[in-house]
């Protein structure tokens, strides 16, 4: 039973607007929640994190959100660039446990 | 800065033989995890080690084994090789008190 879920396996916007990947969670006890990407032959790239005491951190162009009554989180893109075009991951940890538990992964693919 | 390295970058075996992928964890970092991620997968934990011990395991067989030295860097054994076990290996430093990992490029395993 997959315990992080990314229901939406690709998605395309155009350069310049928004991109909103989405997460959903069943287990309550993590921390933390965090967002990575991936290139092709390249490891996953720490992106950002958020406390579960929080409901939204920004990075620049890049601001998630946690719902924690809904169990969703997502990540917002703004604006969009050609090179954000990659595989997008959510991730959670922390309570008793040292691992990361991953979701399989959004492809975004922004278009010129 | 370094950042975690791994090696080597492809790696083909047959059935039944022996691997052992290598892992140096980013500088400062004290705490290596190990990852599994197969086509279309997110990456699945196999074990983080810390303090030369294993500190979590995953849900993996004992085939696979690990060992941490006292530089931090770190060493994965897959034993009796499955044309199962053909993924990308991923290595992840952090800090034992930080919950951010940071991810190698991934060594990619074809069992033949």
């Not at chain 1, 720490?46 to 939204?56: A, T, V």
Request: proline share 5%.
């Amino acid at each position: 039973d997959q315990q992080v879920k990314q229901n939406s396996p690709s998605l395309s916007v155009q350069e310049g607007r928004i991109s909103i990947l989405n997460c959903d969670y069943t287990n309550s006890m993590f921390d933390y929640f965090l967002w990575y990407k991936k290139y092709p032959a390249e490891g996953p790239t720490f992106l950002i994190s958020i406390s579960s005491i929080k409901d939204k951190n920004e990075d620049g162009r890049f601001t998630v959100f946690l719902n924690k009554s809904a169990k969703h989180l997502s990540l917002h893109i703004v604006p969009s660039q050609p090179g954000d075009s990659a595989v997008y991951f959510c991730a959670e940890g922390g309570g008793s446990n040292y691992k990361l538990t991953f979701g399989k992964g959004t492809l975004l693919t922004v278009n010129p | 800065d370094a950042g975690v390295t791994q090696s080597p970058t492809h790696l083909i075996k047959t059935r039944g033989q022996q691997v052992t992928l290598r892992c140096s964890p980013k500088s400062g970092h004290d705490t290596v995890s190990w990852y599994q991620q197969a086509l279309g997968q997110g990456p699945q934990f196999i074990f983080q080690y810390y303090e030369e011990e294993e500190r979590q395991r995953g849900n993996f067989p004992d085939r696979f084994s690990g060992h941490q030295f006292p530089n931090y860097s770190s060493e994965l054994n897959v034993n009796a090789l499955l044309l199962r076990d053909s993924a990308l290996y991923l290595c992840a430093s952090s800090l034992r008190s930080q919950e951010t990992q940071y991810f190698g490029p991934g060594t990619r395993l074809l069992v033949l």
